[in-house]
């Protein structure tokens, strides 16, 4: 059973900094690119951000490039999203998610397994 659980969510002001951490379980971790989606009340969920098994290869959403900086260490089995220069708008609940392969990364259908998420909060 794969799974992948959240963490380092939190309250923090406009052009604060979050560090959030998705470690999994289960299987082998490094064989599997990752991505970050995020779904703010009453909105559907969204990509954010992706990078390849091993790690030399990501994609991001335009709205969050330059600000947002995903990383991982397959010897932890746990992928990170650095979050800084955070506005309102990044406030959403934020969920990693494991594919195979490194094609439309952005699809969200193209995912399998997806941790229970954590929150964002930015306030102005």
């Known amino acids: 059973q794969v799974q992948l659980v959240e963490s380092g969510g939190g309250l923090v002001h406009a052009g604060g900094s979050l560090r959030l951490s998705c470690a999994a379980s289960?299987?082998?971790?490094?064989?599997?690119?990752m991505g970050w989606f995020r779904q703010a009340p009453g909105k559907e969920r969204e990509f954010v951000a992706a990078i390849n098994w091993s790690g030399d290869r990501t994609y991001y959403a335009e709205s969050v490039k330059d600000r947002l900086t995903i990383s991982r260490d397959n010897a932890k089995n746990t992928v990170y999203l650095q979050m800084n220069s955070l506005k309102p708008e990044d406030a959403a609940v934020y969920f990693c998610?494991?594919?195979?392969?490194?094609?439309?990364?952005?699809?969200?259908?193209?995912?399998?397994?997806w941790g229970q998420g954590t929150q964002v909060t930015v306030s102005s």
């Open positions: 998610a494991d594919k195979l392969g490194y094609s439309r990364v952005e699809i969200m259908k193209e995912y399998r397994y």
């Open positions: 289960g299987r082998a971790f490094s064989s599997y690119a």
